[in-house]
């Protein structure tokens, strides 16, 4: 049996989060657990109010999990303060866990800090050393490189300044770009892109769903480019049956 953890924040909405991380494991049939480190007031229009979970309370969580169930892989999400941050490392540190994929949530799509900025510094240099793949979107990798990405080779000297702070791989999302939702994936022998043809509307939760789903064929044993192709046709499949959700347009999954 495979088993999968989601370190991440509560979405009351289930649209993303660790809920949308559960569903994800759930669809692509792997054991799923999930530990909040952030909570959230949000509806489908976008997050109201953030609150972080105490570190000794998201220290004794995972404590008590990993000591007695250790997952093949593990996602982290939106962890929020450098705290929580420094906490999920030394216990993946302390556990020997190797399937780490790291979605550096930053911002939410309406605006609101999910990351606070004394945290970055933590994440770069806590996380990103013993993460398998980081997968930030083009604003996220900005703010992680240092830089501007306005071009392709923007996003190669991008991707190249992330990869010497650590992870064995970063795929660039590249949905906030024109044309085609491609994404790029730097590491190992090779950079792949993963194009979809793009589709209408805003949906959420589309980054959660993909890192969750590296996790699951990470989990299954799959190299990393293996993982992220796969991935990428799950959320490819799961954007077409999407629908509007609540009062905004807004598109959300439906497993």
């Excluded at 909570?39 to 997050?47: A, C, D, E, H, K």
């Excluded at 660039?172 to 770009?177: A, E, L, M, P, T």
């Excluded at 064929?217 to 490819?236: C, M, N, S, T, W």
Aim: hydrophobic share 45%; glycine share 10%; proline share 5%.
């Amino acid at each position: 049996m495979q088993k999968v953890l989601s370190i991440a924040g509560s979405d009351p909405s289930s649209g993303a989060g660790i809920q949308s991380d559960l569903k994800t494991f759930q669809a692509l049939h792997v054991f799923g657990m999930a530990l909040p480190a952030a909570l959230t007031i949000q509806n489908s229009r976008g997050v109201i109010g953030v609150k972080s979970v105490a570190p000794g309370f998201l220290l004794k969580q995972l404590d008590a999990l990993l000591s007695d169930i250790k997952p093949n892989a593990v996602k982290t999400g939106m962890l929020l303060t450098k705290q929580n941050v420094e906490t999920v490392a030394s216990t993946i540190k302390k556990f020997s866990i190797k399937g780490l994929v790291v979605d550096p949530v930053l911002k939410s799509s309406s605006g609101k800090l999910l990351l606070q900025p004394a945290a970055i510094t933590s994440l770069i240099g806590k996380l990103f050393p013993i993460a398998m793949i980081v997968t930030p979107n083009i604003p996220e990798a900005e703010v992680l490189a240092g830089m501007s990405i306005a071009s392709e080779r923007d996003m190669d000297y991008a991707a190249g300044r992330i990869l010497d702070k650590g992870p064995s791989y970063v795929l660039i999302k590249g949905g906030h770009r024109r044309g085609s939702a491609t994404d790029t994936l730097y590491g190992g022998k090779s950079v792949l892109s993963f194009s979809t043809p793009r589709k209408k509307g805003a949906f959420h939760g589309t980054g959660c769903v993909l890192s969750s789903a590296i996790a699951v064929f990470i989990a299954r044993g799959l190299p990393v480019e293996k993982a992220v192709g796969k991935a990428k046709q799950f959320v490819d499949k799961m954007l077409k049956t999407a629908e509007p959700l609540g009062r905004s347009r807004t598109k959300y999954f439906q497993f």
